[in-house]
């Protein structure tokens, strides 16, 4: 993965500066494993995921080697580090922002995250009852006007509260997973840096939510 994603900094012209240290050898499907794995204990002995932070610390303080990138809501009860089963110190490399979006500054981030630290799974994960998800369907049923910047904000949360209106089920859980699922194919297809990656088949961009009564986390795509 390492020469990969530096033939493919040369082949975009990024610079090489930033491609130090080793990378993860874990790969997508590897990663995907390893998410439902550690979910899969935080649902059933949520008690045993904790982590010796002070080893944990010296261990990577000179270089991290993620093997997932999850861009998750900024709400608080969303921590993907717990809710993974308690993933340690340089394991994930997150984003997070309300309503899980892929704005400019998320975006470079998880493109810095594909390219220079050689990650192979990239998960946009939405979750039960969003606050953002709910302001866009306001927006889109109601025309609803919110101050300052969050009107700019939810925007682009709106076209998938359209498109999951009338459908059966919940109004918001559906616009939800119908975000996540856009915002994955956004991150895959419109970012020139992990389209290439995606298309040489050596990083997956998958949907996902996350349930806050279950604790559960559903993969979608």
């Known amino acids: 993965m390492a020469a990969a994603g530096l033939a493919a900094a040369a082949s975009l012209g990024a610079p090489r500066a930033f491609a130090a240290g080793a990378t993860t050898n874990t790969t997508a499907d590897e990663a995907l494993a390893k998410l439902k794995a550690g979910n899969q204990k935080y649902v059933s002995v949520p008690e045993i995921c904790t982590a ?11 270089a991290q080697a993620p093997w997932a990138a999850i861009l998750s809501c900024a709400d608080s009860r969303v921590p993907p580090e717990l809710l993974f089963g308690g993933a340690g110190l340089g394991e994930l490399f997150v984003a997070r922002n309300a309503g899980n979006m892929a704005d400019t500054a998320t975006m470079g981030t998880i493109e810095y995250g594909v390219e220079h630290l050689g990650i192979p799974l990239v998960v946009v994960m939405a979750h039960e009852r969003c606050g953002a998800v709910a302001a866009a369907c306001e927006v889109a049923t109601k025309g609803t006007k919110f101050p300052g910047s969050i009107g700019p904000m939810i925007a682009a949360i709106v076209p998938a509260a359209k498109a999951a209106y009338g459908k ?10 119908e975000s996540a699922k856009r915002t994955a194919i956004k991150i895959a297809t419109q970012s020139p ?29």
Do not use: C, M, W
Not at 168 to 177: C, E, H, I, L, S
Not at 196 to 212: I, P, W
């Open 52 to 62: 010796d932070l002070s080893t944990q610390r010296e261990q990577i303080a000179e």
């Open 193 to 221: 840096i992990v389209s290439h990656f995606v298309k040489d088949k050596k990083v997956r961009v998958v949907a996902a939510r996350y349930g806050l009564d279950d604790g559960g986390v559903e993969f979608l795509t």
């Open 168 to 177: 059966p089920g919940d109004f918001v859980d559906n616009a939800a997973r």
